[in-house]
């Protein structure tokens, strides 16, 4: 159990705890050709900031509530591939009310108790275990839902969560041998029962183990387990009988094992995300395998490039029609404020503009820190416009460097309240300079408009730089 994440929208867990790989044999590697692995990102934020994955054959997780049809269009127009996150093992938080999609899922704003697993479980804090047992009213109901949902979406593929031969908590342990039999039947009569109901052409992947492989399914998901397991892994990934096309995802424990992960046999799809806010940049080429239609995604490109490289040499500096005053901070600091750091002006060479940056030092406690740009008077909104930002960061000492860094647009009313928050992608901090986006959809007029840079992992001397905010109205 490396670590946990929780978020309002979305969340998940270790599935399949590192005991599995504690057996390990020599097994033959399937004769199963291994395709190129593609990039994959979980997007639990649901940030619009994705299109990085709109090529053959990318993958991109989004997390609940994600609805965006004409954004998951375009990135599928473009080859890649959209999931979305559904989780049948457990209900909705006890601790909120489920509201569009996922009340409809639940059965209202509170889970329907005739869907709850009798006597009460949890296999996560806070979400009572659904009751899975073949045929249960859950089961049918859940089934049903995502029938009449999933289309509306227009995602070609359904992430999931947890589902597969058992759990791996206390939750389990506590069931008897009947009633652990009767929800692993339950997870195969679910998968069977979605299958017929969506047809062959959804990509249908489900995050934990399935030591049979299961024919309904186009493959599994290995959350962070080390390449060095892979033996064991491969038993499963490199099976001939998936629905095809085959998707194998593995979210590794590091980008330093995701070249291992990619000549496994049967991975198709690799991320390395420690958590799933994301989205995260993508960490191989694309390279296009075989679509749901039985053909290659998308059109594929002359010659499969490192993603991102040459779009970032064309990015503009600031913005045009850019709304925040002092971007620059030639000359003041102001109105930057911090948050567990302290915040000076130094100069730079190789600032992104002028000669002048922003620096904040990291002063604790904890292991985050941010600065914030709050919102202006020049930055109120337009009910319904788009709104994009940008600023230009990087490691401000030597233990900063590899360090994730966010983000983050937030519309707040005149008098300060939250009206949302939105999280750009996540990037790694490098000694040089590189642009961080994120845009947003301004929900009332007259509202507020404010950015945040957000270090993560922080710890003593951690420091970065910023320069060249910018926000604009898109439309
Ligand atoms: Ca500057």
Redesign the pocket.
Known sequence: MRYRVRTRTARRRISATAAIGTVLATFAVPAVASAAANPLTFNYSNSTDILDYAHPTGAVVVGRGFKNPALVDRIQNGGGEVYQYVNVVEGYWEDQNATGDQAALYGGSKNNPAFLMKPTRYNWPGTPMTDLRPGSPWVLHAVEHIRSWFPTTHSKGIFLDVLGDRLWTNAWDSMSSSEQAAWTAGSKDFVARLRAALGPNVIIVANNIWEKGNPNLNGIVIEHHPVSNQARWVTMTGRSDWTKPVRNMVIANSTGEVAGWAKVAGVTHISAQSSYGGPADPLLPFSPLPGASGVVSGTAPPAPAPAAAPRRAATAVVLRGNLLTN????KLLNPWTSWRGSLRRRAASG???????AQITFKGPGARYAVTRPAAKGASATAGSRYTARAWVRAGSKNTVGKPITFVLRERTRTGGLVQEVKGRTVTLTKAFRPVNGTLTAQGTGNRLEVSLIQDRARTGNSFQF??ISLARLR
């Open positions: 971007p620059s901070f030639e600032a992104p503009q002028g000669k002048q940056v320069d060249a």
